[in-house]
């Protein structure tokens, strides 16, 4: 399963909201879909899983969504620290086929 | 508190195997799944394979690498490993090991919660 994220970057300014999306090559379920957030030089950081579920110390402006082949993350108020790599991850488990995680490539959002 | 900390050579000539342990600490490595992934600005994220192990191990590997991949652990020391063989200059990259919190009774997924800080390896003779 292939994973597609747009845009490859987006610029927006603290306070604005942000929408990226992430887009499967076939169906998956909601179950095994995360969102991470990488900064320079550091490991991704999980957001979401279950395509809609916060990780543990996420803040509440992070929120996900979509079914089927197409995800959202929506950062509903930018902060500074917000800044950084985002990707979509499915986990590709299903009864009777060897589960294959893939990544998309990324989305960036900078500080416009 | 669960860390989990690569560690292994940071350069591994062409043809030869890479080894790298993680070890991890505030969780039992039993009956919990792991997972190796690799960073590179070619390939970004990929997955290498994950290891489980409960008295028995299972293991599944990215079925691009399978034929080169060996995941290990060794419950004695909560540790779990990678070896990748015959590797060129296309396995370059930051190794980072990683939680994997897959509920083998539900078939939940909470995603890979816990990562370790990374390690660049560079493959060159």
């Known amino acids: 399963i292939v994973l597609t994220q747009s845009p490859g970057t987006l610029s927006l300014s603290p306070g604005q909201r942000a929408t990226l999306s992430c887009r499967a090559s076939?169906?998956?379920?909601?179950?095994?879909l995360a969102w991470y957030q990488q900064k320079p030089g550091q490991a991704p950081r999980l957001l979401i899983y279950g395509a809609s579920s916060r990780a543990t110390g996420i803040p509440d402006r992070f929120s996900g969504s979509g079914s089927g082949t197409d995800f959202t993350l929506t950062i509903s108020r930018l902060e500074p620290e917000d800044f950084a790599v985002y990707y979509c991850?499915?986990?590709?488990?299903?009864?009777?086929?060897?589960?294959?995680?893939?990544f998309g490539q990324g989305t960036k959002l900078e500080i416009e | 508190q669960v860390q989990l900390q690569e560690s292994g050579p940071g350069l591994v000539k062409p043809s030869e195997t890479l080894s790298l342990t993680c070890t991890v600490s505030?969780?039992?490595?039993?009956?919990?799944?792991w997972s190796w992934i690799r960073q590179s600005p070619e390939k970004g994220l990929e997955w290498i394979g994950y290891?489980?192990?409960?008295?028995?191990?299972?293991?599944q590997y990215n079925p691009s690498l399978k034929s080169r991949v060996t995941i290990s652990v060794d419950t004695s020391k909560n540790q779990f490993s990678l070896k990748l063989s015959s590797v060129t200059a296309a396995d370059t990259a930051v190794y980072y090991c990683?939680?994997?919190?897959?509920?083998?009774?539900?078939?939940?997924?909470?995603?890979?919660?816990?990562w370790g800080q990374g390690t660049t390896v560079t493959v060159s003779s």
């Open positions: 990683a939680r994997d919190q897959y509920d083998i009774l539900t078939g939940a997924w909470y995603g890979l919660d816990v």
């Open positions: 290891i489980y192990n409960s008295g028995t191990t299972n293991y």
């Open positions: 076939q169906s998956i379920s909601t179950t095994y």
């Open positions: 991850q499915q986990c590709g488990r299903s009864p009777g086929r060897s589960p294959l995680y893939t």
């Open positions: 505030g969780d039992s490595i039993k009956n919990n799944f």
